[in-house]
């Protein structure tokens, strides 16, 4: 079983503040990846990476950013934080060539006021 | 044409029936296959992965690969309330290198 933890689980948070999604995996796991939900719809890949100082953009555009200095740690940072941000942010981890699952943290639920 | 899809639902079947999941994909070099379960206001749960055409059983759970016909399906048998939730088909994309999940059918089993 993936060990993949997520934090802040909840964050509320006023406009214009500079937010850090923390995702950490201690699996070892070269791949890493952001997907953005909203409540009943389906998930957005925003950002992944397939090793350390590898990051690239996904489906959906985002005006977040995310480094990858570390295996083990795949922060997402919003520079200025606005209501359109409001959602829910999964990490998920894996491995291996095309035949790997990937696992999810338990995500972090963003409202911006 | 979507890359990966699935009937949002809802699905709904009484329980100690057989729910029956179905998910359609486009890319035809697509080798790998995955189902996840989500739980509203939950992150996915990996429930299988399937690789090869034919059946595979895990459990009350089978998933069902027909490269053929580019689609593959989840039958949960002896359905229980507990299993109401989403089940998110997910494809590896071989020309993106990416996986690409469906939009979810949404599953509802009533005692």
């Known amino acids: 079983e993936a060990d993949i933890y997520q934090t802040p689980r909840y964050l509320v948070i006023g406009t214009g503040k500079k937010i850090t999604l923390e995702c950490s995996q201690t699996m070892g796991h070269d791949k890493m990846y952001w997907y953005q939900q909203d409540p009943g719809m389906e998930l957005h890949l925003i950002h992944y990476s397939y090793g350390v100082n590898s990051t690239e953009k996904g489906d959906l555009s985002s005006e977040s950013t995310v480094s990858r200095i570390r295996t083990e740690h795949f922060p997402l940072t919003l520079e200025s934080a606005r209501p359109s941000h409001t959602s829910q942010y999964l990490c998920a981890s894996g491995t291996g060539p095309y035949n790997q699952p990937q696992h999810f943290g338990d995500g972090t639920r963003l409202s911006i006021l | 044409q979507k890359e990966v899809e699935q009937n949002s639902g809802p699905l709904s079947v009484p329980e100690g029936a057989i729910a029956s999941l179905n998910c359609t994909y486009s890319?035809?070099?697509?080798?790998?296959f995955f189902w996840y379960r989500q739980y509203s206001g939950k992150s996915p749960e990996l429930i299988m992965f399937i690789y090869s055409n034919g059946d595979k059983e895990d459990g009350r759970f089978t998933a069902q690969l027909n490269k053929a016909s580019q689609y593959v399906s989840l039958l949960i048998r002896d359905s229980q309330p507990s299993d109401s939730a989403t089940y998110l088909c997910a494809v590896w994309n071989t020309g993106f290198q990416k996986l690409v999940f469906g939009t979810g059918t949404r599953l509802l089993v009533s005692p």
């Open positions: 890319d035809r070099g697509s080798q790998s």
